[in-house]
């Protein structure tokens, strides 16, 4: 089976990712931006879900 040459990073990266995703998705619902807050919000959502399968699948570099 060949492995993934997709870019990966360890997971404390992924966890600021995530954070500042959220971060911004609050700022933008705070600012009455609710089509950015809401792209932010599920990009946050789906890249924190993506992040811990490959933590659970035990491919982190950390």
Same mark, same amino acid.
């Given at each position: 089976?060949?492995?993934?040459? #997709?870019?990966?990073?360890? *997971?404390?990266?992924?966890? *600021? *990712?995530?954070?500042?995703? +959220?971060?911004? #998705?609050?700022?933008?619902?705070?600012?009455?931006?609710?089509?950015?807050?809401?792209?932010? +919000?599920?990009?946050?959502?789906?890249? #924190?879900?993506?992040?811990?399968?490959?933590?659970?699948?035990?491919?982190?570099?950390?």
């Amino acid at each position: 089976m060949r492995e993934s040459k #997709a870019l990966t990073f360890p *997971i404390w990266v992924e966890a *600021i *990712i995530v954070i500042v995703l +959220g971060v911004m #998705a609050v700022v933008e619902f705070r600012h009455d931006q609710f089509i950015w807050s809401g792209i932010f +919000g599920l990009a946050a959502v789906l890249y #924190a879900v993506s992040a811990f399968a490959r933590l659970k699948k035990g491919s982190d570099h950390a």
